[in-house]
């Protein structure tokens, strides 16, 4: 099993992003990459649990800087389906939630989502789509994107490295510095009126 080395993020949303997305562009050309995903929301819990690429992709939040906002993630789990009751051990506690009684040892794609997730009132679904563009810049991840939450559209911008000095460098060098940290539980959380 590889080893999971946790990053530093940074992200913002808004229909503002303009300058940094030219400042962005001025690096070269980008990766496209678009995508359709589930997030899940949980009134329990901010850990990002999403389904994206047949698997359930949980990130959880290990570090937040005060002083300079990032955010450190790892990853969790990237469960196949049909999911195990195993791994739906480590998805219900990344809910936040306790795992009701299980009649099945396995859960298809489809049972999962409209029997136990979408049954459950703690519980939000999002259809999210994504218009990724990626760079690297000063060894940084850095994308912006163009993104729907069900039917609300905004942008994004992030950077992420696993050295919290060169996100902030890269910040810096793209205009980044002194826009919120939003991540994407919490843009949509704010969107959706829930709880952060």
Known sequence: MNKVVPR???????????????????????????????????????????????????????????ETGLEQWTVVTKAE????????????????????????????????????????????????????HGYFIDDAIVEFAQVKFDDYKTETIAVEHTDPDLVLKTMDRLGLKGMENINYIKAMKQHFGLKY
């Not at 219900?92 to 489809?110: I, Q, R, T, V, W």
């Not at 009132?121 to 999002?126: E, Y």
């Open 81 to 132: 389906f049909p999911i195990h009751i195993n791994d739906l051990v480590i998805v219900y506690k990344a809910f936040g939630l306790e795992m009701p009684y299980l009649e099945k040892d396995e859960y298809s794609y489809s049972e999962y989502v409209n029997d136990l997730i979408a049954k459950n009132p703690n519980l939000r679904i999002v259809d999210v789509k994504k218009n990724r």
């Open 8 to 66: 530093w993020e940074w992200r913002t949303f808004g229909n503002n992003l303009e300058d940094g997305k030219k400042n962005i562009k001025k690096h070269g050309d980008a990766r496209h990459r678009e995508s359709t995903e589930i997030y899940i929301l949980s009134q329990k819990s901010n850990d990002n649990t999403k389904v994206r690429d047949e698997l359930m992709d949980i990130k959880s939040p290990i570090r937040i800087n005060n």
